[in-house]
Antibody, heavy 118, light 106 residues
Framework: QVQLQESGPGLVKPSETLSLTCTVS????????WSWIRQPPGKGLEWIGY???????NYNPSLKSRVTMSVDTPKNQFSLKLSSVTAADTAVYYC????????????WGQGTLVTVSS | SYELTQPLSVSVALGQTTRITCGGN??????VHWYQQKPGQAPVLVMY???NRPSGIPERFSGSNSGNTATLTISRAQAGDEADYYC?????????FGGGTKLTVL
């Protein structure tokens, strides 16, 4: 059974960079598309972007200027960096898997709350 | 940018049938996926590519998609179906979610 687990700081200061890692277990990171999706408290879901195991990326245009994703295939991990954060970036951040570039998310991590505050 | 419109809330009596809609411009030309999210939990896929149920999702869940509206239908609603439901599509290369619908089972 594939499992995803997000990890990283739960508190980030305004203007700094949010960094999260998703560790995939129970399956290989190869041949799948790995997304980050976030959910501000009490609000809906927002797709941030995805990275293919080969390293190619696709970001939401609304966040593209601040987002960087990377993948570490030997460690079965992929990561998110979001720069110049503000309080509006406070959210639960989920990692998720899709079998194809424009397909459904079949596995999700449990999510991690990141709060942006000084 | 492409927008998906869902009702904020829908209610259904226990054992009855309810429909949750997802509106979008010519959404019938896209694959629509649906997720169920219970409080404090990650979303769970309940319908993919309009009409397909993942393994483990009851047959009570069904989907359709035509024109400008996609619909998730839940038959014989149970208390455990109470949750937020989100539709999702891809517009060009951007993932788009609807705003979510809170389903209340009375």
């Amino acid at each position: 059974q594939v499992q995803l687990q997000e990890s990283g700081p739960g508190l980030v200061k305004p203007s700094e960079t949010l960094s999260l890692t998703c560790t995939v277990s129970g399956g290989s990171i190869s041949s799948y598309y790995w997304s980050w999706i976030r959910q501000p408290p009490g609000k809906g879901l927002e797709w941030i972007g995805y990275i293919y195991y080969s390293g190619s990326t696709n970001y939401n245009p609304s966040l593209k200027s601040r987002v960087t994703m990377s993948v570490d295939t030997p460690k079965n991990q992929f990561s998110l960096k979001l720069s110049s954060v503000t309080a509006a970036d406070t959210a639960v951040y989920y990692c998720a898997r899709a079998a194809a570039a424009k397909d459904y998310f079949d596995y999700w991590g449990q999510g991690t709350l990141v709060t942006v505050s000084s | 940018s492409y927008e998906l419109t869902q009702p904020l809330s829908v209610s259904v009596a226990l054992g009855q049938t309810t429909r949750i809609t997802c509106g979008g411009n010519n959404i019938g030309s896209k694959n629509v996926h649906w997720y169920q999210q219970k409080p404090g939990q990650a979303p769970v896929l309940v319908m993919y590519r309009d009409t397909n149920r993942p393994s483990g999702i009851p047959e009570r869940f069904s989907g359709s998609n035509s024109g400008n509206t996609a619909t998730l239908t839940i038959s014989r609603a149970q208390a455990g179906d109470e949750a937020d439901y989100y539709c999702q599509v891809w517009d060009s290369s951007t993932g788009v979610f609807g705003g979510g619908t809170k389903l209340t089972v009375l």
